[in-house]
Nanobody, 126 residues
Framework: QVQLVESGGGSVQAGGSLSLSCTAS???????MGWFRQAPGKEREGVAA????????VYADSVKGRFTISQDNAKTTVTLQMNNLKPEDTAMYYC????????????????????WGQGTQVTVSS
């Protein structure tokens, strides 16, 4: 099993920055970790993901150049640094981990992740 705990959500003005952290624990090996978000009435959207073993990252087009996903040296904490935030970034953000996803799979689809955090709210005002 994997337990994921997010922190760092809050309210900021457009153009501001926010950093989200996700700490993982448990005995199951994690292949990928990612961040997803969901706004009311909208589908869950993959934001960014990282291959834990080698550090390869992937981003949604909507956040490229603004968001950065990274992990610590122990590979237990994943951070999403969000810069130049926009009102459309407002959503509940979820940390996720996959213990089975294979290289070549779509890395920003929810179906490939089997462990989820409880979510942290990010609100960006105009």
């Amino acid at each position: 099993q994997v337990q994921l705990v997010e922190s760092g959500g809050g309210s900021v003005q457009a153009g501001g920055s926010l950093s989200l952290s996700c700490t993982a624990s448990g005995s199951t090996y994690r292949i990928f970790m990612g961040w997803f978000r969901q706004a009311p009435g909208k589908e869950r959207e993959g934001v960014a993901a990282i291959h834990i073993a080698v550090g390869t990252t992937v981003y949604a087009d909507s956040v490229k150049g603004r968001f950065t996903i990274s992990q610590d040296n122990a590979k237990t904490t994943v951070t999403l640094q969000m810069n130049n935030l926009k009102p459309e970034d407002t959503a509940m953000y979820y940390c996720a981990a996959s213990s089975f996803i294979a290289p070549g799979s779509p890395l920003l689809q929810s179906r490939y992740y089997n462990y989820w955090g409880q979510g942290t709210q990010v609100t960006v005002s105009s």
